[in-house]
């Protein structure tokens, strides 16, 4: 069977891409509705959990696009959430006020099944593996 | 929200997501079996959209956020046609392992959607 996409959408990776899907869809559709309704109580998370939902859809459409560049942007996106993921994890511990308990980052992501803490790692190891030059596999 | 329909979904959904999931990692392609369970899976949630339409009305409300709800549901309802249309171009065994993940998913969205309309105070 001949692959015509995207280098990186195949194989085991195209069901990490689902999670980050759902991950994208859950976490940004979740931060519109904190954003419209409850901005007030917490609006540094919740300004941070909108700004994450949007760089998941950005690793999402990275990981299925083509070519270097988005290879360096999914590098990029998942990069940054790794990131987050550990800095609004340990901040949430520290300072419970500034980010309650159901923003997707708080807890290490805690919420969400710690899906966002191992997800990044798995997308690096994915990456990794199908980085431009390395032989399929 | 009716409490029964609820569980029944979240069974439903666990149910062809741990099929579709074991299947796709031993290595099946999309099925008609995988593929009609994420259809089953879909057809509640639409049952589940016209009920929810209609319990407030009728005096069953959710203790919750209404709007949060139907965040929940609107996602929800996109996720398995998604999960279909990726298995029928790419037919290949992660196809169905992304069809057990989508099932997965959406038995969280329900089990959450649940808390919202039975246990959340709003």
């Known amino acids: 069977m001949s692959h015509t996409g995207s280098s990186r959408a195949v194989g085991v990776g195209r069901v990490l891409i689902a999670v980050y899907a759902v991950l994208a869809l859950a976490a940004t559709a979740r931060s519109i509705y904190q954003l419209a309704s409850k901005f007030d109580q917490a609006p540094v998370a919740y300004l941070l959990s909108g700004l994450a939902g949007i760089v998941y859809i950005v690793a999402t459409v990275a990981l299925l696009g083509k070519g270097p560049v988005w290879y360096r942007i999914a590098w990029i996106t998942i990069s940054f959430e790794l990131v987050g993921v550990l800095t609004v994890g340990i901040l949430s511990l520290v300072d419970a006020e500034l980010f309650p308990a159901d923003t997707v980052w708080s807890y290490f992501g805690r919420g969400y099944v710690f899906i966002p803490l191992v997800l990044p790692v798995l997308g690096m190891l994915w990456l990794y593996r199908r980085r431009p030059g390395a032989v399929a596999g | ?122």
Not at chain 2, 69 to 91: E, H, K, M, N
Request: hydrophobic fraction near 65%; charged fraction near 10%.
């Open chain 2, 1 to 122: 929200m009716i409490a029964w329909f609820e569980y029944l979904q979240v069974a439903v959904a666990v149910a062809a997501g741990l099929f579709a999931l074991v299947l796709g990692l031993l290595g099946r392609r999309p099925s008609d079996y995988t593929l009609g369970a994420a259809a089953l899976v879909e057809v509640l949630l639409i049952i589940q959209v016209i009920v929810a339409l209609i319990a407030p009305a009728v005096g069953n409300a959710p203790t919750g956020s209404l709007l949060e709800f139907w965040v929940y549901l609107g996602s929800a309802v996109l996720i398995p046609p998604a999960a279909v249309l990726w298995a029928l171009v790419d037919r290949d065994r992660w196809s169905t392992a992304v069809l057990g993940v989508a099932c997965l998913a959406i038995a969280v969205m329900l089990y959450r959607m649940g808390q919202i309309w039975f246990v959340q105070t709003a």
